[in-house]
């Protein structure tokens, strides 16, 4: 069987082989999740369910990725990065299809768990695969196309359950479950970028790792802890937004699901073509951290425009504010992470899905539980929680790591 080889991490013309299937991994690992969107309302009304049971749904996938995210990392680095890409995508089959056949919650929380394990192990595979084919000046770049092919999974998603859904509110699971398995056979022919003597350097530090709680303790004192700290936070402002989205909407704009899979699909289509096309003229324009701190600004003023009502184009244009700006979020940080963890890239690409899904965790459960007391709540903490999160880019926080561009480097390219 031939092998696709990750390509010249200098090549800026055209997307390597390699990095298209891992676009195709991630992209359909996140479809199966975009579905439930528009479909939750209807969805959670066969089990006399709301707001709460919709945010323990969300929870439970981000609480197995933040259990098994280190031990992706860890895995990675020792195991290579193949074996569990094609690992965490199987998983993602089995939650798809446990979630297709659930007539119960705790099935449907378990099939939600079982999903989580399957990002917790891929995702620091597939970032640690890129950050070994890529330099750091090509990094972002890389970073944004895996950015985009996990935003482009959550848009379409939503429009493909809402169009799938007419021929049963369970085939678009199924359907998902089919498209994993087409992707972890497509993974077989990527070629391990895993070297002996990265794989040598990562063994070096494999008697650290221990607990789980050991490696958040031990993540304290990395130079990256604020950055992970912003992704927990960027997650949370992300998560928070999309868990009562369409129960928000619904309930604000008495809007069916197929209104609402428009409005996600448009919306965030918007944040897919910035990642593509714009996050690395933004990343040379104004560097790294000064495009962290404005897609904050910015993604904290959508969140409270949600709360004015309007009418169908207002809201369009309020949720491609917000996805344009959170799709810079994700791969800047990402790429400041990895430009500080040196050899060890599939430990830190663990950590950072790690206080990802600690966001994954503590956004739905709070946006859930404050969506039941009053419909604006989830969006008001959001935005208070992302403009806070200001703090972390200022002082030493905003220090960026060796490799990282700034925008005064950028301006002599």
Partial sequence: MSHLSPGSPTNRQAISLPMMVLMLNLFIALLGQGMVIPILPDYLKQFDAAGTAAGYLVAAFGAAQFLFSPIGGQLSDRFGRKKLIIAGLFF???????FAIGHNLPLLYIARFIGGIGLGLMVPSVMAYVADSTTPATRAKGMGYLGAAMNLGMVLGPGLGGLIANFGIRAPYYWAAGLGLLATVMSLLLRETLTPERRAAAAAHRSERTSLGRQITDSFRTPYFSYLLLALVMTFGLVNYETVYSL????????DAGRISIIITLGAIIGVI???WLLDVMVRRLGEMRLIRLSLIVTAIALLMMLVKFNLIYLLLVSALFFAFNSFLRPTVGTLIANAAGDRQGYAAGLNTTYTSLGSIIGPLLAGWLFDVQLNLPYILGAFI????????VGRFGQAPVGSITAKEASHD
Avoid: H, N, P, R
């Avoid at 993602?92 to 446990?98: F, M, N, Q, R």
């Avoid at 928000?248 to 809007?255: H, I, L, M, R, S």
């Fill in 92 to 98: 993602t089959v089995i939650s798809d299809y446990l």
């Fill in 248 to 255: 928000f909407v619904e309930q604000k704009y008495a809007f």
């Fill in 274 to 276: 910035c990642q593509i």
């Fill in 386 to 393: 992302l403009a806070a999160a200001l703090g972390l880019t």
